[in-house]
């Protein structure tokens, strides 16, 4: 996932500096699951949206509904659901709007702001009883906040006491080496969302890296306003709440109309949950690429350059490779490619499993979407360099327009083997 930065001078934010989520591509990610209860906390109030929400849709029981609209702040390209979560065993509960469906990533995050007083979320607490807090990292910035439980739902779909971050800038004080990671990402407005539902390939944001030893600027104990970095177990580690459904949790899909033009005002579209599990999720003609068990990547070959660490990331607004084909747009919207005319161009994808899938896409001109659709949320040609990794390709929103693209959540069975894989 990457958060977006802000164009100063410009209403209209596009420019999104690289912050794929270092847990999956730097620290690792693993298995295993849970929660526990704890201790209670409190947090502000709900803030409410002024956007209109979209017609409602028929859906089944396994899935809820997802649109790509004008959202917190107007950036174009985020996916959005609704999450409601409850004091676990409780009907105390909140429903939050646009929160941003983020493939690219693993582990619900919504901001305090967004939950009334009354919704007492119970603290999760480290083995020696002090409070649990997370720092999760992004390249250009950070998230920094509580780790708490919550009966996460989801349409028809429910994970109970699952371990959410709420994140808050003003909880205790934030530790010196997670602000120093890059800007702060606290605030709705700073990461264009509600919050982040992170349903990636791996059931924890960190995994057996942060079970093993305590890894800088992620897990704190905190006692009073001080924080100590720490080892945390995996069942206390933030989760994907898909594998802790009672059923349909070996995976998702999340399937969105093509784009008819360069840019569209909004879409609407589904994420549904499971893989083979009931008539609407079935894997079909779908080809699986399986990824790194151990980072969630996989291969890119385009133009002759390989891009070994690629990832498919829904939580990114555009495509970004480092290519010397496309020139890079002039300031202040040099995040992305502005080529004198649209650019077909194509890749190869391979698996760690040795499948590979060709596939073609089309790179526009953002200075030129920036200024004739301003208003609109949906831009199927905006690609970008990467500058995080050299080694990155990043297939972000606009791949996904017109597919229906599965993630497979590792160890999980599905009819296209164990998770973890992509499959489109």
Partial sequence: ????????????????????????????????????????????????????????????????????????????????????????????????????????????????????????????????????????????????????????????????????????????????????????????????????????????????????????????SCVGTSCTSIAVAENEQVANPIPYFATDNNGSSLLLPAASSSAEASLSGQLVFGIGTQSNNGLGSAQVIEVSPSSGTFSTVQNGTTYSRSVMDSGSTGLFFRTSALPICATPNNAFYCPASTQQMSAMIEGVNGAISAVSFDVGNAAELRLNHAGDSVMPLLAGPEFGTPTMFVWGMPFFYGRNIYTAVEQQSTPGGKGPYIAY
């Avoid at 469906?101 to 619900?108: A, F, P, Q």
């Fill in 1 to 220: 996932m990457r958060a977006p930065g802000l164009l100063l001078n410009s209403d209209w934010i596009l420019k999104l500096l690289a912050a794929t989520l270092l847990a999956a591509l730097v620290v690792g990610c693993g298995g295993g699951g849970g929660g526990r209860s704890s201790s209670s906390g409190t947090s502000a109030p709900a803030q409410s949206l002024t956007n209109i929400s979209p017609a409602p849709q028929e859906l089944a029981s396994n899935a809820a509904a997802v649109t790509v609209d004008f959202g917190v702040i107007g950036v174009p390209n985020i996916p959005f659901v609704s999450v409601t979560l409850c004091v676990p065993g409780t009907t105390q509960c909140q429903t939050i709007d646009h929160v941003q469906v983020d493939t690219g990533s693993s582990g619900l995050r919504v901001f305090a702001t967004q939950l009334p007083v009354s919704l007492a979320l119970p603290q999760e607490q480290d083995g020696a009883g002090n409070p649990l807090a997370e720092c999760m990292q992004f390249f250009d910035g950070y998230t920094w906040g509580s780790v708490r439980l919550a009966d996460v739902q989801i349409s028809g779909e429910k994970a109970a006491s699952l371990p959410i971050q709420v994140i808050d800038q003003d909880y205790s004080a934030t530790p010196s080496d997670c602000s120093s990671v890059g800007a702060s990402r606290n605030t709705p407005t700073s990461l264009a969302s509600n919050g982040v539902l992170g349903i990636g390939v791996f059931k924890h944001d960190c995994g057996p890296a942060c079970m093993q030893n305590a890894v800088p600027a992620t897990y704190y």
